[in-house]
């Protein structure tokens, strides 16, 4: 649970092998569990309004809390100056040194959206007229140095401002220990991004460059990256030495501002993003992942589809993403969710709270506790709340179970620990045509096996490690999956047990009569996830004080969708 000293547990170190440590605690790894507030709900328009989020944030028993899509609000709705809006800024400042001061940590990604949807490619510092999608300048910010010190300018505005409530600059709050330079930024997010003049020149000199040191490197590259195949060999080796040459870039800059954070990048779930080398110079491993990520169509961005994941078939997503984490590197994910419209959220809590506890992850963020506006404070919500957990009453109370499992660490981690080595060879397929994707085939036994892959040199102490180009195509993993009967999952029958000595519960439908250890459960109307945990005694059977949770499913009133399936909403 989250403590209410103020930073008594001083800086942060990295810990070996792959884990968070406070520099007064060494040797015993620390874990944190927050929410995303983000967009005007970082900027409560009273500090009485601030205090009250901040206390229940802690309340709900986080320690940390991730500042995003916040920056619109500081620079106004265009980028011709980047200086802090004075009024918003205080606000922001208030809220953080509220929430710091009772013990949670704080996460920030330096570019995200600021003005939406499109950008003026000259305030952005690029010698062309015309708008740019958000997306773009994530590329052009790697190629373009006008951008890159776009970027770096409001770096040097955010991290080098002093909060008046903190008394200290942000690059220096030991509350700030994790750090992203740009969220969701891939190159080959889509193919137009690849027909952008800027980067396109960049592509022309880097391959220019290559040649010229070697004659015969890259025989089939293409001459020009535009509309060339993202997965091409050319195409990864240019993505993977531009973005390594961004974060050496990136971090010596912030280094030169005496930021003190921990850095990471590449927050966008990328399954070949794990095959760059820049991943091993980072801090720490960032990742995002959904389950029932709504799709947008028609005007006003309605009705939302979303696929009909049933649990357990969340725990696909949830294993596909275990192999984006580095053996030797703690493993945060900031951004995780079921659509606000999937029937079966309630179980999100407790399978993703025990899948990462089992995976013995570091660091997760829910998105979001607010996406914007006053929904957390007024219940005013002013639109369908896609993600937003301060309106939804089926998401917050979900989150019991991650504070429980993953946090209080109910749920033990797995012994079991596979390593899968990324050779040069592991970066193409065997014909050398394409990408390897960096997810195995048997990818689905991280629900018993905990899984990271390897860089080249890397240590990864109490790791079984294979090399990917061994086993990666294999039906079968490598070494047996650790079946210790505390998180199984029944895919013919959708159900799920989740069974530790403080907490059990699962997830069943109608009819289905599910035993998790200490507790049974039977639903006889609905299909329910049930969950019981020991707030008073380390055993449910001894326990004098127990929370029991029921979760159905519950949508804003007025709601309605095409069928029961609740796959398109058609009426807010």
Partial sequence: MAGRGHHHAGAFNLLSPGHFEFERRPGKPQRFAGMNICGSSMYPPTHADADRLAERFV??????????????????????????????????????????????????????????????????????????????????????????????????????????????????????PFLVFVNEERFGWNDPGLRIPEVRAAYRKWLAARRAADPKALPDAPDDCAGARLDSPALMQFKADTDLAFVRRAR???????????????????????????????????????????????????????????????????????????????????????????????????????????????????????????????????????????????????????????????MAPLASRVALEVTPAAHLTPDGKRARQVVPAWHEAAHDLRVATALPGAAAEGWRRFALADVGA????????????????????????????????????????????????????????????????ERLETATRILVTHLTDTQRHGSVFTDDTQKTIVRP
């Fill in 252 to 410: 010596a800059y912030l280094r030169s501002l005496g930021v003190k954070a921990l850095f990471s990048a590449f927050n966008c779930s990328d399954r070949e993003a794990v095959l760059t080398p820049a991943r091993g110079e980072l801090d720490y491993v960032d990742t995002h992942t959904y389950v029932d990520h709504p799709r947008y169509t028609g005007h006003g961005g309605y009705p939302h589809f979303v696929g009909r994941a049933v649990p357990p078939d969340d725990q696909k997503a949830y294993a596909q993403m275990a192999f984006l984490r580095l053996a030797d590197k703690p493993f945060a994910v900031s951004e995780w969710n079921w659509g606000t419209t999937s029937q079966y959220r309630g179980a999100g809590g407790l399978s993703f709270g025990a899948f990462a506890a089992r995976q013995d992850w570091d660091v997760l963020w829910r998105f979001t506790y607010s996406d914007s506006g006053d929904w957390w404070r007024s219940g005013d919500e002013g639109g369908y709340p896609t993600f937003t957990c301060s309106y939804d009453p089926m998401m917050t109370a979900s989150e019991r179970a991650v504070t429980c499992l993953f946090l209080r660490g109910d």
């Fill in 474 to 537: 294999t039906n079968l993993a490598p070494v047996a999956a650790q079946v210790d009967g505390a998180y199984v999952s029944d895919r013919q029958n959708h159900s799920l047990a989740v069974v530790t000595p403080r907490t059990s519960g699962g997830f069943a439908f109608p009819g289905r009569t599910t035993t998790c250890g200490a507790l049974t459960f039977r639903p006889e109307v609905f299909p329910a996830t049930v969950w019981a945990s020991a707030l008073v005694g």
């Fill in 59 to 176: 309340r709900l028993g986080y320690n940390t809390f991730r500042i995003h899509t916040f920056e619109w609000k500081l620079l106004g709705r265009t980028m011709d100056t980047l200086e802090l809006d004075p009024d918003a800024m205080d606000r922001l400042d208030y809220l953080y040194s509220a929430l710091t001061k009772r013990g949670c940590y704080a996460t920030v990604d330096l570019f995200v959206c600021r003005c939406q949807p499109y950008l003026w490619r000259r305030d952005a510092g690029i010698d062309r007229d015309g708008e740019m999608s958000r997306e773009n300048y994530k590329l052009l910010v790697k190629v373009c140095d006008s951008a890159f010190e776009n970027w770096a300018r409001f770096a040097k505005n955010f991290m080098t401002h002093v909060n008046p409530y903190t008394g200290r600059r942000y690059a220096d709050d030991p509350a700030l």
